[in-house]
């Protein structure tokens, strides 16, 4: 066992078992075992690759995005660049770079990350150095001021809560121990749970659907940020609008395993909830897109022409390896379809390009 799953099994042996989320946020980032705060997950050597990580073209598309969304606001001064969760920092190094082209967007744009691991945000420094940011715990540090904001991969990272539907209410999947005394999932009794009242519509009996406990409360902070400031947020995930089932998975060097086997040494990951993310966005007074897949906001984007005008320079293995980037990134069988883009920004302000409103096709 992991010395995190040992702790974990004393504490359920001493308390009863523990909702998802807890696990989940112990796994990834307790202070001395979690595995974002202890090992730098990313690239082909690590656990898995990120768009950013895949090619620069994916910055530059972000960055263009989110320079057309200012100008479209009045290049308001003062303003904040904000990601959520840089990872290594290469969409940050990438974004800067591109936005050097677009006039007064460096100078006004100030960078703001929120990480919750030390080891990243030594990365991340070094990443868009000679560029400096400020680091933040949470989204509720974040500046009031106009906000620019993307968060690539984040959101998944957010601890979960699942439930099964059962006859006369809700079982919530709780981690517990086995005979054994290892670490495994049980499910609690049923009973009628009112956060889950909207998803009786659309669920039968044995479906199994997921909430993220701290979604609606770091929406608030980001969208009534943008209503009071202006600005935009770009979420981009994997995930789906009101999904049903159970997408709570691990993945270990760029492989699926079990999420319960080693606590601590795999990615954690659940599917997002876009409409989640409206709702909550929505409520607080914003106006939010319609979730595009990442593909078609992409192309939209041009990142086509993008693609052409880098390979110009590249032959032989880097002109293969662009070709196969730009495909991984907007193909529907690879990344384009299973990752959407949604984006909030001030009700009465232009659409962000790449991407359309709720109900307009
Ligand atoms: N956006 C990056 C990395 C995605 S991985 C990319 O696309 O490559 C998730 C990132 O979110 C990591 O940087 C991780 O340390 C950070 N993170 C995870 N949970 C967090 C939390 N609760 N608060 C702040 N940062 C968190």
Redesign the pocket.
Known sequence: MTPLAERLARQIAATGPMPLADYMAAC??DPDHGY?TTQDP?GRAGDFT????ISQMFGEMVALCLAQAWMDQGTPTQAVLA??????G??MADMLRCLTSVPGARDTLDVHF????PT?RDRQASAIAPATATWH??VADLPEAPLFLV????LD??PIRQFRRSDTGWQEVMVGLDDAGHLCPGLSPSAPIAALDHRLADTRPGDVVEICP?LPGIMAEIAGRIVRHGGVALFIDYGDWAGIGDTFQAVRRHAVTEPFAEPGLADLTAHVDFAAISGAARKAGAAVTAMVPQGVFLERLGITARAQALARGLAGDALDNHVAAHRRLTHPAAMGQLFKVIAIHPPGTALPPGLHAQGAA
């Open positions: 990834l980032t974002y990313f990120t768009a950013p990580e990601e959520l969760g840089p990872g290594r290469t969409l929120v990480e919750a691991s990243l715990g949470t968060a690539n991969e984040f990272a957010l701290a």
